[in-house]
């Protein structure tokens, strides 16, 4: 049998402390504490050279059950769809207007942070409702 392997979820994008506490907001993850013999991150990014500073950030779930999301600083912007995204299980075990209500009030909660709402897909005879989203920096994800 395989052995079983942590997983990390890597972002590309352009503020990665930003997008990385975005997140932490959206997921109720947690920032880790800024390194060894700094105050604050701000004091951790002022000490490196111009082109280091936020260069990368990472969040992880309080638990230790999810996975963590690292957030790395590329040069170049979004240019296309994502191939992979993340689904938000914001309305498990809910069916119908109970569970749409649910995800209505969680996207309300997520617009007000910054994101953005690209449709509502609601309930047919195969599949419950769902909602596309888009983070702060444009990354797809869905609330179901």
């Not at 907001?25 to 947690?30: C, D, K, T």
């Not at 769902?130 to 920096?137: L, N, V």
Request: hydrophobic content about 40%; overall charge negative; some cysteine.
């Amino acid at each position: 049998m395989a052995e079983i392997r942590k997983l990390q979820v890597t972002f590309d994008c352009a503020q990665p402390e930003r997008l990385a506490r975005f997140w932490c907001e959206v997921l109720g993850y947690v920032a880790p504490p800024p390194p060894e013999g700094f105050a604050t991150w701000d004091a951790y990014n002022r000490s490196l050279p111009p082109e280091d500073r936020d260069a990368w950030f990472a969040c992880s779930d309080p638990s230790g059950v999810g996975p963590r999301l690292y957030f790395q600083r590329v040069p170049e912007g979004k240019v296309a769809k994502n191939r992979v995204h993340l689904d938000v299980r914001a309305g498990i075990g809910l069916v119908g207007d109970e569970r749409l209500a649910a995800l209505e009030a969680e996207r309300d909660r997520l617009v007000a942070l910054g994101a953005v709402c690209e449709r509502v897909l609601l309930a047919d005879e195969e599949n419950e409702s769902c909602i596309g989203m888009q983070d702060i920096e444009g990354n797809e994800f869905c609330l179901d």
